[in-house]
C-alpha cells in the first residue's frame, strides 16, 4: 500500500506536492495564549505550554541552577563549567544572572568548536580517502574545519552560510578569500580515483554531491532518483539528473594561499624533483632489466646448483656457493622457486619428477639445459611481442586524452585503457606465467600475503647496487645525489585550500537509465527540482548553475526549518522532526508543527543561529527539570520530559581533558593524531574515512563516509572497559589527582570536595565524602594497584555515569 500511495505521489501534478507541509512556504504562526503566564521565559514557552494545559497538566518544575549550568556550558561551548563560574552564577541572584552565563557561552570561541562539529556531522569531512587498500590524504583539509568554527564564532548570516559551501567562489557578497575554504564542503570529497571505471566514478562522485546538497540543506532524499522516479517523494529521475549536472559541470581545484612567485618556484622545484626520480627509477629499471638477461643465461647452472641443496645430497648452500662461485642471494631465490610444488606453469614438471634418491644428477643437468634454452626463448618472444605491439598501439604518438583532475595531482582519464580495443599480440598463457614468475612482478603469493615481491631474478632499487661498478656505479650514485640535492632544495608545499571550482565548459548530463552511466536517456536542463519551485524550476544559466542552486537553496523555507531543527536537537536530544534527515514523506511529522515554524521564520528574519539558540536555551522549556512534566511521560520526548544524554564522544574527552588540567585551549590549526596528542579538543583530531580513531569509533563518533543527521548511542562493555584499561584514562587520572594534590593540599576532605565541583559542578554529600575518604584509605592500605590512592579515586570519578551523562 506504501508503494502505491507513493507512486502516486509522485506522479502528482501541479500543486499537489506543494501541499505537503514542509514544501509550502513558510507560515507566520502568533504566541498561543496561555494561563501561566509565570512559567513563560520567551516566547518558545507559548507552544510549549499551550498543549500541555489544554490537556490538563502543569510543567515540571525548574532544574537546579547547578544542573543548569552545567547542561548549558556542555550544550553550548562542550566542556564543564568551571568550579569558579559555578560559584559565581549561585551567588547571583540578579533575575540576569542567568543570561548573562548564555551571552558569556554564546561569546565564547569554544562556541564554534561545538556547534561548528554538529555541522562537520552534516558535511560528511573527512582528511582521506579510501583507495582501494590504501588511502589518499587531503593536508589542508583542516581549513574547511576551522572555517566552519570561525561561521559559527563570527554568527555568519545563515543565508551566506549556505550559499558558500555551495558556490563561495562565486559570491560578491565578501572578500572571496574569506568564503572559499567553504567550498570543502564539495572540494573534500569522497573522491574515487581509479579504483572504478572513470564513468562510474564520476557518476558515483556527483551521486555523493547530489546527496550530501540535499539532505545536508533541505533535509530530503533526492539522490533516491539515481535509478528511478523516487517511490514515495515528488522527485524524478530527471530532477536528480538536473542536479547531478551542476557538479558534472564543476571541477576540483586548489587555491593557493600564497604569492604567485612562491607558487610558481615551488612548481619548478617539484618538477625538477620529479624529473630526478624518474631518471634514478629509469636507469634502475635500465640496469636491473640488463642483469636479469645476463643472470638468465646462467639459468641452468643455478639450477644445477639449486639441485644440490634440494636433492638427496642436501648440500649446505654455503658450501655450494663457495664451490660454484654463483650469487647467493640468486641462488636462495633459485632455491626457493624450485622448492615449491604449487606454480601456475607445467614447465618444471620434470624437475619436479626428479627422484629423492641418488642417481640424478645427470638428469637434473639436463633438464637444467633445456629450461634454460626455453626461458631465453620465451625472452626473445616476448621483446619481438613487445616490440610489435608498441608499433600497432603507437604509443608515443597518440596524445593522452583530457582527463578530470582530482586532489594530489591525480588526473582520471576518461579514455581509462587506451588501445584496450585494439587487437594486440601476447605470450601464450604458460609462458606468460613463467616469464612472469622470472622476470615480472613474480610467482603468486601464498595466502597470508607472505614471501619477497618480484620475479627471480628481478633486482631493482637499492638491490641494484651490488652488481654496478666502475662508471655504471658512478653514474646511478651521481643521479641520486643530484636528487637529494633537489629534495632538499624543495621547500614545504605552500598552503592551499581544498575546493571545487567551474568546469572549462559547463555541460547537461543525460538520464542514466538504471543509474548507469553507459545507458543514457534524454538531455535534462540543469535545474531546482520542480517539486521544491513554486511555479516550475527554470533552467540554470549562469555557468554551472551552482551559484543559482545556491541561491535557490538559501532561500527555500525547507533550509530554515531543517537548521532549527537540528538546533533543537542538539538542545534537547530529540528534534521537533524526528527524521532531521528526511522531511519528506516516509520522514516523521512535526511533534510542534507551530512551533517549528515561529523558529524558522525567526531565522528567516535574523539570519543568526546564535539568536535562534539563544532564545531556546533562556526558555522555561529548555530550563526543565528532569522527569515528566506533571508526572506524564511524553510520547514525543520532546517537552514532555527532558532526558537524560550520554555526552558524546568530544564532549566526554574534552571533559576528561578539561578537569584533569591538560587541555589546550588554542583554536584552530592542522589536525592531530589523538591516540599521540593527548591536550588538544577532538574536533581537531583527524578524521578519517579509511580507518576512524579507535576511541572515536568506540564512542559512537560517525563515519564520514555518509551524512550523519544524528548520533547513534550505544551502550556496549567496551566503553566501561576503556574507564579501566585506557592508557588515556589513566593517565589523565593521574594528572587530575596531582591538580587535586595542588589546588586543595589541606586533606582528603578538601580534594573530595574540590574533585566533585570539578567533575559534576555541585558539592558531594556527607555520605559521598565519607566513603570517598574511606575509598582512599582502603586503597593506601591495601597497596594492590600501581596507582596511588587519590588517582584510583579520580579514575573512579571520571567513569562515573553522573561525568558522562547530562541531565
Given at each position: 500500500m506504501l508503494a502505491l500511495q507513493g507512486l502516486a505521489w509522485a506522479a502528482a501534478a501541479g500543486g499537489a506536492e506543494e501541499t505537503f507541509w514542509s514544501f509550502r512556504p513558510l507560515g507566520s504562526p502568533r504566541l498561543p495564549e496561555v494561563r501561566d503566564k509565570r512559567w513563560v521565559a520567551a516566547p518558545v514557552d507559548h507552544f510549549v505550554l499551550a498543549p500541555l494545559e489544554a490537556r490538563g497538566r502543569a510543567p515540571g518544575p525548574a532544574a537546579s541552577r547547578g544542573v543548569l549550568i552545567r547542561r548549558v556550558a556542555f550544550d553550548l561551548i562542550g566542556l564543564p563549567p568551571e568550579p569558579e563560574k559555578v560559584d559565581a552564577f549561585l551567588?547571583?541572584?540578579?533575575?540576569?544572572?542567568?543570561?548573562?552565563?548564555?551571552?558569556?557561552?554564546?561569546?565564547?570561541?569554544?562556541?564554534?568548536?561545538?556547534?561548528?562539529?554538529?555541522?562537520?556531522?552534516?558535511?560528511?569531512?573527512?582528511?582521506?580517502?579510501?583507495?582501494?587498500?590504501?588511502?589518499?590524504?587531503?593536508?589542508?583539509?583542516?581549513?574547511?574545519?576551522?572555517?566552519?568554527i570561525r561561521a559559527f564564532n563570527d554568527d555568519l548570516p545563515f543565508p551566506l552560510f549556505l550559499k558558500a559551501q555551495i558556490a563561495g567562489d562565486l559570491l560578491a557578497e565578501r572578500d572571496s578569500r574569506d568564503l572559499l575554504p567553504a567550498l570543502g564542503f564539495f572540494g573534500l570529497g569522497p573522491w574515487y580515483y581509479d579504483i572504478a571505471v572513470p564513468a562510474v566514478a564520476r557518476a558515483d562522485e556527483r551521486h555523493e554531491r547530489v546527496d550530501a546538497l540535499t539532505r545536508g540543506f533541505l533535509g530530503l532524499t533526492v539522490a533516491c532518483a539515481r535509478c528511478h522516479d523516487h517511490k514515495f517523494d515528488p522527485f524524478s529521475m530527471r530532477d536528480y539528473y538536473a542536479l547531478a549536472g551542476v557538479f558534472a559541470s564543476s571541477e576540483y581545484r586548489e587555491f593557493p594561499l600564497a604569492e604567485p612567485g612562491v607558487v610558481a618556484e615551488y612548481h619548478r622545484l617539484e618538477q625538477m624533483v620529479k624529473e630526478q626520480e624518474e631518471a634514478v627509477k629509469?636507469?634502475?629499471?635500465?640496469?636491473?632489466?640488463?642483469?636479469?638477461?645476463?643472470?638468465?643465461?646462467?639459468?641452468?647452472?643455478y639450477l644445477e646448483a639449486a639441485w644440490q641443496v634440494l636433492g638427496p645430497d642436501r648440500f649446505d648452500l654455503a658450501r655450494v656457493v663457495a664451490a660454484s662461485r654463483l650469487d647467493?642471494?640468486?641462488?636462495?631465490?633459485?632455491?626457493?622457486?624450485?622448492?615449491?610444488?604449487?606454480?601456475?606453469?607445467p614447465f618444471l614438471s620434470e624437475w619436479d619428477a626428479l627422484p629423492a634418491s641418488g642417481g640424478a644428477h645427470?638428469?637434473?643437468?639436463?633438464?637444467?639445459?633445456?629450461?634454460?634454452?626455453m626461458l631465453l626463448a620465451i625472452v626473445e618472444e616476448k621483446k619481438r611481442i613487445d616490440e610489435e605491439n608498441r608499433i600497432t598501439l603507437g604509443v608515443g604518438k597518440k596524445k593522452r586524452p583530457a582527463g578530470t583532475p582530482l586532489p594530489n595531482g591525480f588526473v582520471s582519464y576518461e579514455d581509462f585503457c587506451p588501445g584496450c580495443q585494439v587487437e594486440v599480440k601476447a605470450l601464450s598463457r604458460d609462458r606468460y606465467v613463467l616469464w612472469n614468475d622470472v622476470f615480472g612482478s613474480g610467482p603468486r603469493r601464498d595466502p597470508e600475503g607472505k614471501g619477497r615481491r618480484g620475479g627471480v631474478l628481478v633486482y631493482e632499487g637499492s638491490q641494484i647496487d651490488r652488481w654496478l661498478d666502475g662508471a655504471w656505479k658512478a653514474h646511478l650514485g651521481e643521479?641520486?645525489?643530484?636528487?637529494?640535492?633537489?629534495?632538499?632544495?624543495?621547500?614545504?608545499?605552500?598552503?592551499?585550500?581544498?575546493?571545487?571550482?567551474?568546469?572549462?565548459?559547463?555541460?547537461?548530463?543525460?538520464?542514466?537509465?538504471?543509474?548507469?552511466?553507459?545507458?543514457?536517456?534524454?538531455?535534462?536542463l540543469r535545474a531546482f527540482p520542480a517539486a521544491l519551485h513554486g511555479t516550475g524550476a527554470a533552467p540554470f544559466q549562469r555557468g554551472s548553475g551552482r551559484l543559482e542552486l545556491a541561491e535557490a537553496i538559501a532561500g527555500h523555507p525547507l533550509a530554515a526549518r531543517v537548521m532549527v531543527n537540528r538546533i533543537w536537537q542538539h538542545l534537547f536530544g530529540q528534534g521537533l522532526v524526528r527524521t532531521p534527515g528526511n522531511f519528506g514523506r516516509l520522514g516523521d511529522r512535526p511533534s510542534h508543527p507551530e512551533l517549528l515554524e515561529y523558529l524558522a521564520r525567526r531565522l528567516v528574519e535574523s539570519g543568526s543561529v546564535k539568536a535562534i539558540i539563544r532564545e531556546i536555551v533562556l526558555s522555561s522549556t529548555y530550563q526543565a527539570a528532569g522527569g515528566a512534566a506533571g508526572g506524564e511521560t511524553s510520547a514525543d520526548g520532546l517537552t514532555g520530559r527532558r532526558e537524560r544524554r550520554r555526552l558524546d564522544v568530544e564532549s566526554l574527552r574534552d571533559a576528561i581533558l578539561a578537569v584533569s588540567g591538560s587541555l589546550d585551549a588554542c583554536l584552530g590549526g592542522p589536525s592531530v593524531d589523538l591516540a599521540a596528542d593527548r591536550t588538544r579538543r577532538t574536533v581537531y583530531g583527524k578524521v578519517s574515512r579509511f580507518r576512524l580513531e579507535a576511541t572515536l569509533a568506540l564512542f559512537d563518533f560517525p563515519h564520514p563516509a555518509v551524512t550523519s543527521e544524528k548520533r547513534n548511542v550505544t551502550q556496549v562493555p567496551l566503553q566501561r572497559l576503556f574507564y579501566l584499561n585506557s592508557d588515556f584514562i589513566q593517565e589523565q587520572?593521574?594528572?587530575?589527582?596531582?591538580?587535586?594534590?595542588?589546588?586543595?593540599?589541606?586533606?582528603?576532605?578538601?580534594?573530595?570536595?574540590?574533585?566533585?565541583?570539578?567533575?559534576?559542578?555541585?558539592?558531594?554529600?556527607e555520605v559521598q565524602v565519607r566513603l570517598g575518604i574511606r575509598f582512599l584509605q582502603e586503597a593506601a592500605a591495601g597497596g594492590e594497584s600501581k596507582m596511588p590512592p587519590l588517582a584510583q579515586l579520580a579514575q573512579a570519578l571520571l567513569g562515573s555515569n553522573e561525568f558522562g551523562f547530562l541531565e
Open positions: 551567588a547571583d541572584s540578579s533575575p540576569r544572572a542567568y543570561g548573562k552565563v548564555v551571552d558569556r557561552l554564546l561569546a565564547s570561541p569554544h562556541f564554534g568548536e561545538r556547534w561548528g562539529r554538529h555541522w562537520l556531522d552534516v558535511a560528511r569531512y573527512a582528511e582521506d580517502d579510501i583507495r582501494g587498500l590504501s588511502q589518499e590524504t587531503y593536508s589542508n583539509a583542516w581549513r574547511y574545519r576551522d572555517w566552519v629509469e636507469y634502475g629499471k635500465e640496469s636491473g632489466e640488463r642483469l636479469a638477461q645476463i643472470l638468465a643465461a646462467g639459468t641452468a647452472r647467493r642471494e640468486t641462488l636462495e631465490r633459485w632455491v626457493d622457486y624450485l622448492g615449491r610444488r604449487e606454480r601456475d606453469h645427470g638428469h637434473a643437468a639436463a633438464i637444467a639445459g633445456r629450461f634454460q634454452a643521479l641520486r645525489a643530484e636528487l637529494e640535492r633537489r629534495r632538499k632544495a624543495l621547500p614545504a608545499r605552500y598552503p592551499f585550500l581544498h575546493l571545487v571550482g567551474e568546469a572549462p565548459a559547463a555541460a547537461n548530463l543525460r538520464i542514466h537509465r538504471r543509474g548507469s552511466p553507459y545507458d543514457l536517456g534524454d538531455e535534462t587520572a593521574a594528572r587530575l589527582a596531582e591538580r587535586l594534590a595542588v589546588e586543595a593540599p589541606a586533606n582528603d576532605e578538601a580534594r573530595l570536595r574540590r574533585a566533585w565541583r570539578l567533575l559534576y559542578a555541585r558539592e558531594p554529600s
